[in-house]
C-alpha cells in the first residue's frame, strides 16, 4: 500500500470519527436540556469521554492528525480529513463549550436540580 492510500485511508477513519464524536457532543447536550437517557445518552456520553481523555493524554491534539501529516509526505499541507478544513479548525472553540455545558447539566439533572 502506497503512503496516498494509506493517507486515503487516515484521512476516510478520522472524517468518520469526527463525524460520530461530533453528533455524541450534540446529543448529549440535548439529552441533558430534554430529559433523555437510556443506552444511547450513555453511549455517546462514553464516546465522548473517551475521545476527551485520548485529546488531553495527547496535549490537546488528535493522534490522527500526526499520522496523517506522516503520510502526507515532505510536500505537507494535506488536511487529515475530508472535511473542509474551515470547518474542523473551530473544533475546541465549538464542541468544548458543548461538551463542558452537556455534562454539567446532565450531573445536574441526575443529582436532581432542575427538577
Request: charged content about 10%; glycine content about 10%.
Amino acid at each position: 500500500m502506497t503512503d496516498a492510500q494509506r493517507l486515503t485511508w487516515v484521512r476516510a477513519l478520522h472524517t468518520a470519527i469526527y463525524v460520530v464524536m461530533a453528533a455524541s457532543s450534540v446529543f448529549v447536550l440535548y439529552a441533558a436540556i430534554a430529559g433523555v437517557h437510556g443506552p444511547w445518552l450513555w453511549t455517546a456520553a462514553g464516546l465522548v469521554l473517551i475521545e476527551s481523555v485520548v485529546f488531553l493524554g495527547n496535549g490537546l491534539k488528535c493522534p490522527l492528525t500526526a499520522v496523517a501529516a506522516r503520510y502526507a509526505g515532505p510536500a505537507g499541507g494535506v488536511s487529515d480529513t475530508f472535511l473542509p478544513e474551515r470547518l474542523t479548525r473551530h473544533t475546541f472553540k465549538v464542541f468544548g463549550p458543548i461538551i463542558v455545558v452537556g455534562f454539567v447539566l446532565l450531573a445536574a439533572r441526575l443529582l436532581g436540580f432542575g427538577r
